[in-house]
Structure formats: structure tokens, C-alpha cells
């Protein structure tokens, strides 16, 4: 490239953090020992997670399975199409998940059962206390371990608070310096210019200066804690950071918001610049998703996934929303044909739910930021929310077997 992503002090600040917490092979290490079940499993007995862990077992038993599906209706599947990937968002935690279990458990057997995804999403801030009480945990071992989801996604919003311990010990490891106000209890948080309405800069993703290094301690404090290796990126500065970093991190990998805006190929080419910049000696990227922004019409969907192809970056899939939340765009809003057309021209789709296009209770964007108390309090209701997303795609996802469409789902429904 014309101009370096990242300079000296970039790269070595990235380094010395890298390095603050043991190295790429020890977060290696550390991500693959707490993502075993057993592990989990005692650390979160530990936490008072273990009835919960428990009774998840005994409820995926009850899932609805697809192959009974597949067997009455004998599908017809065409090479020449693309394959889609259930993706929902919205699994605000251990007791929010554990309520869509019960919810898809008591699906099962009815005319129209509730599939698990196969990718899950939650948009909960990694707080002290969803990091390190066993919350966080739990939910990765719920859908991960126990309804065999293939990916699970967590955010990390640089404005949440901290001990202010944190920002000066990444301040001594670093060398950098980051603009925070004390907010008592001897805690901490970034100071967010952008802050003109309650959702103005999505509860924290501005990264100015170097706060893309507070991005990054807070997902691998996350990854070295839970086995969490999947994390939502919204900026440009920390996708470039995180591209830099997770290089020779294997088992940690980004999923690129589409409030990024990739909305263009100009867009998109820009980030394919990116992750050029970093490639893994395997030709793949730590980016292991796109999702492309509402706006994008299906022709400009697949000549993005054509040049993704010939570009030579390997393990990207691209991700279109087919509902979204009525507080994050159109009240209407709903890509489902437009889906179709994408996968019956032989390119690959994860097609994802904000929403299932239903304005419910709790199925807003003001629902993702809720304090841990609170998010606790309406677990049932965000729980069925969740349920009526991932309700929603298993319906999509029947049609778009019927039309002869390969579909991935949790590995719990098959």
C-alpha cells in the first residue's frame, strides 16, 4: 500500500500488549483448554451456572431435528446454488439463551418447529461482571457445547466501564495514554465525544487516538477467560488493529458490523486492502465475516462475493441482514427475495435476523444495552424474542430447502 496502516508505535504497542498477555501461542492455548466442555463445565458449577448447564442438556434433547424434515420432504438440492448459513442476533446472555432453549424445546413436534442457528450474536458489553461471574461462560457453553452453533459472536464497546485499574496497566504495558472520567467505585470509562443521543455511537464503538488498544484488551481479557473466540468489529481503525494482531492467533477471529457501512465495492474493496495487508501465511484473515450494510441491492451482494473470490483471501463468508430491528432502520424492512436471488445464483449467503420482523416488546436496539441487572430481570421477554428470530429463520430456511437451497443450521437440529 501507498501509506502504512500502522505505524512503529502502532505495531509495537500492539506487540507489547500481545505479549502482556503471554504471547499468540499462550492466548492460543488458553482459547482451545476453555472452549472443552468438561473445562466449562466445572468452572461454571464453580459460578452457580451448573443447574442451568444441566437443564440445557436435558433440553436439547427435546430439539426438533431437520433430517425428520428433509425426510418428508425429500429436497432436491442444485449444486449450481449457493449455500445459506442461519445466523441470529440477540442472545443477551446465559438466562436470555437458556429461555430460547425452552422456547425451541417446546417447538419441537409441531407443525412448524424452531431450529437452533447456526451463528448467534449477542450484543452485550463485556462488563467485569459478564466476563468474569460465569454469565458470558455459560452462554458460550450453551450454544456452542450444547446446541453446536459454529459460531458465537460477542461485542466489545470500548465505552463500557472498568476498573480504572485497567486503562493505567494498559497505559504502562502500551505506552499510549486514553481520555477517561472516574465514575466512582473506582471505575473508569473512554470518554465518547459522540454521544449526542442515547444511541448515537452504538453504546461505544468510537475509536479515536489509540482506543483501538482498548478494543483489543477487552477482547482478549474475554478470549484468555471464557474460550470466546469471535468478536463483532465496527470500526476501521480496530479492524485494522485486530487484522495485526490476531495474524499469528489462529483460533481468534472478527466479525465486521455492517454499521460499518460496507454498502459499495469501493467499500468493500477498502477493506479487502485491509486484510490483504495482514494475511495469515495460510492466505486466510482474521476477518472471518462481513456483514454488507441493509442498503446494498443483491447484484452489488454477489459482484462483492465474486470479488472476495478472486481476491485469494480464503475462510471470509458475507452475511445480509433479512430483518432488522424497527429501531435500527426501516420498520418494513425485509431482504428475504433479494436473499433468493443471491443464493440461486450460486453465491454462498449467511442470512441473519435482527429481527423477526415483528415489532415485539424488547426487539429493539435499547434491548442490547441493558444493564446486567436488567437484561436479568426481562430474560423471559428477551429470551422470547430470541426465539421468535430464530423461529423465523427456521421458516426461511424450510423454503429455502423446498426451492433446493443447501441450508446450515446449529449442529442440535440435525
Given at each position: ?262 454498502q459499495n465495492l469501493m467499500q468493500f474493496r477498502m477493506l479487502m486492502n485491509i486484510m490483504s495487508e495482514y494475511l495469515r501465511d495460510d492466505q486466510t484473515t482474521p476477518i472471518y465475516e462481513v456483514n454488507i450494510g441493509n442498503g446494498v441491492s443483491p447484484e452489488t451482494f454477489i459482484l462483492c462475493a465474486e470479488e472476495l473470490d478472486r481476491s485469494g483471501i480464503k475462510g471470509v463468508s458475507l452475511a445480509a441482514h433479512l430483518r432488522i430491528n424497527p429501531d435500527l432502520g426501516m420498520p418494513d424492512f425485509d431482504w428475504t427475495d433479494n436473499a433468493f436471488k443471491v443464493l440461486e445464483s450460486g453465491t ?67
Amino acid at each position: 500500500m501507498k501509506f502504512e496502516l500502522l505505524s512503529g508505535s502502532d505495531l509495537q504497542a500492539i506487540d507489547a500488549l500481545k505479549e502482556h498477555y503471554g504471547g499468540a501461542q499462550t492466548i492460543v492455548d488458553s482459547i482451545r483448554q476453555k472452549r472443552d466442555l468438561e473445562t466449562r463445565k466445572q468452572i461454571l458449577a464453580e459460578k452457580g451456572y451448573g443447574g442451568m448447564i444441566e437443564d440445557a442438556e436435558r433440553l436439547v434433547q427435546q430439539f426438533s431435528r431437520i433430517g425428520d424434515f428433509e425426510r418428508a420432504l425429500s429436497p432436491t438440492y442444485r449444486d449450481d446454488f449457493g449455500t445459506a448459513t442461519a445466523q441470529v442476533s440477540g442472545f443477551q446472555g446465559a438466562r436470555v439463551t437458556h429461555r430460547a432453549m425452552q422456547r425451541m424445546a417446546e417447538s419441537a413436534g409441531t407443525d412448524e418447529p424452531c431450529w437452533t442457528p447456526s451463528e448467534f450474536i449477542s450484543v452485550v458489553a463485556l462488563t467485569e461482571h459478564y466476563v468474569y461471574s460465569g454469565d458470558l461462560m455459560a452462554t458460550l457453553t450453551m450454544a456452542e457445547n450444547i446446541m453446536q452453533a459454529s459460531k458465537f459472536c460477542s461485542t466489545n464497546l470500548i465505552g463500557t466501564p472498568l476498573p480504572a485499574s485497567r486503562f493505567q496497566t494498559l497505559e504502562g504495558v502500551t505506552g499510549k495514554t486514553f481520555e477517561t472520567t472516574d465514575i466512582g467505585d473506582g471505575m473508569a470509562q473512554i470518554i465518547l465525544k459522540n454521544m449526542g443521543t442515547a444511541f448515537g455511537n452504538l453504546g461505544g464503538v468510537e475509536v479515536a487516538n489509540d482506543n483501538h488498544l482498548v478494543y483489543l484488551d477487552g477482547i482478549t481479557r474475554a478470549a484468555l477467560e471464557t474460550g470466546g473466540d469471535f468478536f463483532l468489529n465496527p470500526s476501521w481503525s480496530s479492524i485494522i488493529a485486530a487484522c495485526y494482531f490476531g495474524r499469528d492467533i489462529p483460533n481468534l477471529h472478527f466479525k465486521i458490523s455492517m454499521l460499518l457501512s460496507t454498502q459499495n465495492l469501493m467499500q468493500f474493496r477498502m477493506l479487502m486492502n485491509i486484510m490483504s495487508e495482514y494475511l495469515r501465511d495460510d492466505q486466510t484473515t482474521p476477518i472471518y465475516e462481513v456483514n454488507i450494510g441493509n442498503g446494498v441491492s443483491p447484484e452489488t451482494f454477489i459482484l462483492c462475493a465474486e470479488e472476495l473470490d478472486r481476491s485469494g483471501i480464503k475462510g471470509v463468508s458475507l452475511a445480509a441482514h433479512l430483518r432488522i430491528n424497527p429501531d435500527l432502520g426501516m420498520p418494513d424492512f425485509d431482504w428475504t427475495d433479494n436473499a433468493f436471488k443471491v443464493l440461486e445464483s450460486g453465491t454462498d449467503l449467511t442470512f441473519k435476523y435482527e429481527s423477526d420482523g415483528t415489532a415485539r416488546e424488547l426487539d429493539t436496539m435499547a434491548a442490547y444495552f441493558l444493564p446486567d441487572d436488567e437484561r436479568d430481570a426481562a430474560a423471559e421477554k428477551i429470551g422470547d424474542v430470541i426465539y421468535y428470530k430464530a423461529f423465523r429463520a427456521s421458516k426461511d430456511g424450510r423454503e429455502m430447502m423446498r426451492r433446493g437451497i443447501r441450508t446450515r443450521f446449529g449442529g442440535a437440529s440435525y
